[in-house]
């Protein structure tokens, strides 16, 4: 196994433990341009890789009482519907509209990292099922909506869409940060594996690759979830915002202006 597998999984895996997210927008560029797998292979992958490491690392964040099982289903449900579409458009989308679309995803992501944490308001007593708020008060259509906006986009680029699910969560249930990202993962491991069938039998997969990345991304995950408690969120935050500007521009200037 290559030092770029171990290095690129391993962030793979502290993304998805620490924020919910980022998983996807590690693993695509680095198996585009650390490994040089063709780019919808490359999609692909990524889809497989995150739909495994999520669901192992949602599983930790359960255990914690971290994960609305309530919230994931409908969204999850919905998001499904939403991946399997975009997947199949994705196949016949041109590369350099998708590599477009999949760099402006990382700089909204960027913004969503870099600026001010909003203020989650409260929605009332808790229920068993949701910890953080009252169930019968969300407005499970708009969430519905949004699993199906982010789902296209999920299928469509190769992102599981977790920076667009942890804002989603906060602003439209009043879950605490903590359990969005243990929902959010819960949500991204569904929406990867439908992403990832709509692709499989498309396009050509490597799987003794994946298979490699995916552990070295589930250690990594293990770590990462055990520090979600642990590190500065804000610090590491902006951090991950400026990351995300860089490698978005990267792949603007090399796959989209200079393709």
Known sequence: MSLSVIFAGIVTGLLLGIFGSGGSIITTPALLYLLEVEPKSAIAMSLGIVAVTATLT??????????????????????VVGTYAGALLGVITPIVIQLGIFALVMYAAAWRMLRPAPVHKS????????????????????????????????????????????????L??????????????????????????????????????????????????????????????????????????LVATYILIRSVLFG
């Open 123 to 170: 929605v009332g007593a808790a229920c068993a099922d949701c910890p953080d708020g009252n169930c019968e008060e969300l407005d499970y259509r708009h969430i519905a909506l949004h699993g199906i906006g982010v789902g296209v986009l999920t299928g469509v680029v190769g992102v599981g869409g977790g920076f667009l699910i942890v804002p989603a969560l906060v």
């Open 58 to 79: 949602a599983w930790q964040h359960w255990r914690r009482g971290n994960v609305n099982l309530r919230i994931t289903v409908v969204f999850g449900l919905f998001g």
């Open 172 to 245: 439209l249930s009043g879950l605490s940060m903590k359990q969005a990202v243990g929902t959010s993962l819960s949500i991204v491991a569904i929406k990867s594996f439908a992403g990832f069938a709509g692709y499989a039998g498309a396009v050509s997969i490597d799987y003794g690759l994946m298979a490699g990345f995916t552990a070295v991304a589930i250690a990594g995950s293990v770590l990462g979830s055990r520090l979600c408690h642990r590190l500065p969120a804000a610090k590491l935050q902006k951090g991950f915002g400026m990351f995300l500007l």
